[in-house]
């Protein structure tokens, strides 16, 4: 599957109620040649309206830790697990992403990041392990095939919970270290 190919799939996309309610699909943005990305749960309010992943408070939030690394938000690729928004941000239905991760993993295929970052627990704990804890586990760093695969705090989570910011940064400090290392 090519570009072209993923975004007309989606785009089409009926395999779950979510095309219902949807307002725009939310495929992903960035550098398609990105050694980091980013891999969220699902689109919110403000994604759906745009159509564009991470333009919300969450968003912003995340885009202020990776200037604070030196890491462009152009330079990374950004996509979440489900392409179109649950109904009022609830999470992701099992079966919803087991219909959506088909998109994701043509994604990575066309991507070939060398390190995935899953923002939060539901992410994490599809592309990690179903036993995922973020509290015990963000920031631990995995082998995975041809790339290294790592969870952080969900972006949001940190504007709920301030206290969480220094852990993020320290994550996130080390995925840009582990970069340096294998580039």
């Avoid at 919300?56 to 979440?80: P, T, W």
């Avoid at 586990?137 to 940190?158: D, E, N, Q, T």
Wanted: glycine share 6%; net charge positive.
């Amino acid at each position: 599957m090519d570009w072209n190919e993923l975004e007309d799939a989606c785009l089409a996309c009926e395999k779950c109620p979510l095309c219902k309610t949807r307002t725009k699909v939310v495929i992903g943005i960035g550098n398609r040649n990105a050694d980091i990305m980013f891999v969220g749960e699902a689109p919110g309010a403000d994604e759906d309206k745009q159509g564009i992943p991470f333009v919300g408070a969450a968003g912003k939030h995340l885009d202020k830790f990776l200037a604070s690394l030196g890491i462009n938000r152009d330079d990374v690729y950004i996509a979440n697990i489900l392409k179109c928004r649950p109904p009022q941000n609830r999470d992701p239905l099992p079966e919803e992403q087991d219909v959506c991760i088909a998109y994701l993993r043509e994604q990575v295929k066309l991507i070939k990041p060398k390190i995935i970052v899953c923002l939060g627990r539901i992410a994490a704990m599809r592309l990690i392990d179903p036993e995922f804890r973020i509290t015990k586990m963000h920031g631990k760093i995995y082998k995975r095939g041809a790339f290294y695969i790592s969870a952080v705090y969900h972006p949001s989570a940190l504007l709920r919970d301030p206290s969480k910011n220094e852990d993020m940064y320290k994550d996130l400090k080390a995925i840009k270290k582990l970069l340096k290392e294998i580039s």
